[in-house]
């Protein structure tokens, strides 16, 4: 079983940033794909950005890629997004999550999942 707490979110003016930090206990860190997704209000869960377990890949959504960056480090068992250039649009609730079986960077199934942070926007 894999315990995730995520944390970091806030309200942040368009163009500010913030940092998403994750930290993970109860299985060894190293074994883990780690995710963040983000929910919208009425849309679907997304997929913004994701790392594999030595953190050499990594996968960004379209609309973040030059914003955002996802980093692990490893030996402190946590996951970050560094979230700059925010928009209005990037206002959701964040949920990190980890997966110890699947290695598909561009996979959107897991098995463990955050209590999710909410990030906002203003214009």
């Not at 960077?105 to 990030?119: A, E, H, N, R």
């Amino acid at each position: 079983q894999v315990q995730l707490v995520d944390s970091g979110g806030g309200l942040v003016q368009a163009g500010g940033s913030l940092r998403l930090s994750c930290a993970a206990s109860g299985r060894t860190f190293s074994t883990l794909r780690m995710g963040w997704f983000r929910q919208a209000p009425g849309k679907e869960r997304e997929l913004v950005a994701a790392i594999s377990r030595s953190g050499s890949s990594t996968y960004y959504t379209d609309s973040v890629k030059g914003r955002f960056t996802i980093s692990r480090d490893n030996a402190k068992n946590t996951v970050f997004l560094q979230m700059n250039s925010l928009k209005p649009e990037d206002t959701a609730v964040y949920y990190c999550a980890a997966d110890p079986s699947r290695t598909l960077i561009t996979g959107t199934v897991y098995d463990y999942w955050g209590q999710g942070t909410q990030v906002t926007v203003s214009s």
